[in-house]
C-alpha cells in the first residue's frame, strides 16, 4: 500500500506515491516542495511507516517542523530515523527497511558526483526498492547539478513532480506539472496551486500560461 497524497485536487490526479518507486520532487528556491515532503513523512509516519529521512541540515530542526506542521501524535506513531549528511554516495543502506525513504536535498548531497556515479546510484537504488518495496522521494533543487546530472536523475526515477513559480500581473503564481509518472502518464499542463506556508491546495480551474 503507498502513500497517499494529502493534498486536497492533487490527490484526484495522482492519490498516491507507490511502493517500490523512486519519485523526484523537483524546484527553484521555493519552500513548497520541501514542505510537500515532509507531507508525505507526515503521512507515513502517521499510517504507521518505517521513515528514514537523509538530509544536511540539524535533526531538532527537522522534528521541529514536523511537529508543528503534523502534531506529536503522527511524528511518534511510526518509526523515523534522521541522518545528518554533507554528502552521499550511496543510498542502498536506507532504502533496505521498507517504508519511505526521503531525501532533501539529494541534488545539494550528490554535488561531489558526476552523472556516471548517479546513474550507477540509482540503478542500484532502484533494484533494493523493488525488492524491499521502498517508496523513495528525492528532493532535488533546479540548476543546481550540471545537465547531464539532472536528466540522468530524472530518467532514472518513475515519477517525476516539478514546483514551479513565476512572477504574474497578479502576484506570485504557483503552478506543478508532472512530466511523467510511475504508470505511464504524463500531464502536459500547468496545475495551479496554492500554498501559504502551512497549507497547499490545488485549483484546477484557475489556467496558468
Known sequence: MGIPIEVPGLDSIIPEVPDGHVIILESGADPAKNFFVRRLVLTALGRGKHVVFVWSRDRADLLERLKAEGGDGRVTSGRLDIFEADTIKSLNEYGQWGGLLAVDSFSLLTLDSDAVQLAGMLRSLRAICREKKTTVVLGTDRGMLEPRSEAVTSHLADGV?????????????????????????????????????????????????
Open 161 to 209: 513532480l516539478q514546483f514551479h513559480a513565476q512572477e504574474a500581473p497578479e502576484g506570485l503564481a504557483r503552478f506543478l506539472r508532472i512530466p511523467k509518472w510511475v504508470d505511464g502518464r504524463f500531464m502536459d499542463r500547468n496545475i495551479h496551486y496554492d500554498f501559504d506556508g502551512k497549507r497547499m491546495a490545488i485549483d484546477l480551474r484557475r489556467r496558468v500560461l
